[in-house]
């Protein structure tokens, strides 16, 4: 591992901090993974420090997706709205990654406050795929994605409300994980819609994801929705992988995905011959179905609730509370002027989900939307639990097709939705899933997902451990 390399003088750090700002230098202005980048020398000041220091992850840079707090650094959330705000603490994972010996990169571009799946509507630019420039990395964490898929960064921290880590992890060649609801703290965390987001790990290969996990995931005292789950010691389950493969375990490959029409042909192959490593490893594989209602109606059920609180989460971002502090006119009511700066310095993706979440909340409407969303998120859960109740995992896409070409859906709000077919069961049931690549689509390493148990990661990174094994899928770097 690069942290052994570190530590024991196999590489020095200058080698390695100067082979990583070299790739930024080249690659960053057409890869645009970046809002904020650190200096290279502080940078080389604090890998040194933490080197002699020690730790799990000492000297190990780490890219933070620019929604989740670093001391004195900007939180820009990808919006203009944001664009001075530079935060006053660091969120928990943040004081854990440095307390492993980690030293935080910059901070990586997003689709602005995470309301996005192809990293376009930030407003500091849209990232491009490493693998192709002329494609989406996914989003929302796009810039964490790219950075990784490119080489200019070790690890990467994202956040997955609907998909956000699982859908660019997909798409660049990337393992990411959201965790359990709660295992991992959202302190330091901008809210978009609470019920659904984590903070998760990314990375290039399962035991660096397993190993960040380890440092991030744990109770928070001063997060309310925080666990006290017991669980630790993540890279030993991807040992097992190694050694066992998949035996012993029960694998329901989710039949609905292989006849949707919203599945292209090429992950529908994906998935079946995933089933088939998997068998071959030694796992039990069986078709099962999630029925039609939970297909159907999960994705309008996400949205509905995630717009729903969004509506309330950004209301601070007012020009009073949170945002550029302009001066009000001497004519304008309070009112006028709230409408005017959000109106400036908000995108249109975050503008149309603010007013259809609060139309959705509004008297009239709460019982016909809101309140039914949250029964059929319900159905989503038990059905889900229903099938663990038989099974270790589920097999199902990540990315429903490859991804699409810059600017070709980000401006229908229909198809960008669809993207996130799959990956919002996870969000909704507050369960693990976790990503990982598996094959090719054309020039562009593509990737299956994988649901859990409640808690359930163990099982996953061993899963995922065992499919690395035997594609021999990891530390995949994409050459620009």
């Not at 220091?53 to 919006?79: M, Q, Y």
């Not at 639990?385 to 099974?391: C, D, I, K």
Request: aromatic share 8%; charged share 25%.
């Amino acid at each position: 591992m690069l942290r052994d390399e570190l530590v024991n003088g196999g590489i020095s750090v200058d080698d390695y901090v100067d082979s990583v700002f070299d790739r930024i230098e080249r690659l960053e202005p057409v890869v645009n993974a970046f809002i904020t980048l650190r200096s290279r020398e502080e940078v080389r000041q604090e890998v040194r420090e933490a080197v002699t220091r020690g730790g799990k992850l000492a000297g190990v840079l780490v890219a933070v997706k620019d929604n989740i707090h670093v001391e004195d650094l900007p939180v820009t959330c990808g919006s203009r709205m944001l664009d001075k705000y530079i935060a006053p603490y660091s969120a928990t994972v943040v004081e854990r990654l440095v307390d492993a010996g980690a030293v935080v990169l910059g901070k990586t571009n997003m689709d602005e406050f995470a309301m996005g799946s192809t990293g376009e509507t930030s407003a500091y630019g849209a990232t491009r795929n490493p693998w192709d420039l002329s494609r989406v990395p996914g989003g929302s964490s796009s810039g964490s994605a790219a950075a990784l898929a490119s080489g200019m960064t070790s690890l990467a921290l994202g956040s997955d409300t609907g998909g956000s880590i699982r859908l660019p992890a997909s798409w660049t060649g990337l393992y990411g994980l959201k965790p359990t609801y709660g295992l991992v703290s959202r302190f330091g965390l901008v809210a978009y819609a609470d019920s659904l987001e984590q903070i998760g790990p990314m990375a290039r290969n399962v035991l660096d994801l397993a190993l960040l996990l380890e440092v991030i995931a744990g109770f928070d005292p001063r997060d309310a929705t925080s666990i006290k789950a017991g669980i630790r010691g993540f890279a030993k389950h991807v040992r097992e992988g190694y050694e066992l493969g998949a035996e012993g375990l029960r694998v329901v490959l989710v039949r609905d995905f292989l006849e949707h029409p919203g599945v292209s042909r090429t992950v529908q192959k994906l998935l079946t011959d995933t089933a088939e490593k998997l068998a071959q490893l030694g796992a039990e594989v069986i078709e099962a179905s999630l029925g039609k209602e939970v297909i159907d109606y999960a994705l309008p059920a996400y949205y509905v609730i995630a717009m729903a609180e969004a509506s309330s989460n950004l209301a601070r971002y007012d020009g009073v509370r949170y945002g550029p502090k302009e001066p009000p006119r001497p004519w304008e009511s309070w009112n006028e002027y709230y409408s005017r700066i959000r109106a400036k310095y908000f995108g249109a993706e975050v503008k149309l989900r603010i007013m259809l979440g609060s139309w959705m909340l509004s008297a009239g409407y709460r019982d016909q939307y809101y309140i039914r969303a949250l029964k059929i998120r319900r159905l989503v859960r038990d059905r889900l639990l229903e099938l663990f109740r038989s099974a270790d995992a589920l097999l199902m896409p990540s990315a429903v097709d490859e991804p699409p070409r810059l600017g070709e859906v980000v401006d229908d709000p229909e198809k960008m939705y669809a993207l996130d077919l799959a990956n919002v069961l996870a969000n909704l049931a507050g369960l693990p899933a976790i990503t990982a690549p598996v094959g090719y689509a054309g020039s562009i390493p593509m990737g299956v997902q994988l649901l859990g148990k409640p808690l359930g990661e163990p099982v996953l990174l061993r899963i995922v451990a065992a499919l690395e094994n035997a594609t021999g899928l990891r530390d995949l770097v994409a050459e620009i």
